[in-house]
């Protein structure tokens, strides 16, 4: 079922919300970083997985694993720049708020 609620891909189309993939999450997350510090997407993919390729390969239909997933969107999350976080995709909480809970 639509949530009704529509974001735009980077390649134009309309895409639902509630549908995207925890990867097609990750790539919108890495995009909008990538954008805020005016880096390439490669620059973003060697920071976050030590891999200039992995972010491409994601794009490309690869997977990952659940554990590199969380560990990326964490970084990311304890990485964010002065910008607004991707409003679609739900932020982690900081990793010590997270540890405190713990």
């Known amino acids: ?6 974001t735009v891909d980077k390649t134009g189309r309309f895409t639902d919300i509630a549908s995207m ?5 990750l790539l919108r997350v890495a995009r909008a970083y990538a954008e805020i ?3 390439p997407l490669s620059t973003v993919s060697s920071r976050v997985f030590d891999d200039g390729k992995k972010l491409k390969a994601l794009e490309d239909g ?18 964010w720049p002065e910008g607004d976080w991707p409003s679609d995709v739900p932020r982690p909480d900081a990793l010590a708020d997270f540890e405190a809970r713990a």
């Open 37 to 39: 510090k005016a880096i």
């Open 21 to 25: 993939s925890a990867i097609d999450q």
């Open 62 to 79: 690869a997977d990952i694993s659940v554990g590199r997933f969380e560990r990326a969107l964490q970084w990311f999350s304890d990485n």
């Open 1 to 6: 079922m639509a949530s009704g609620k529509f």
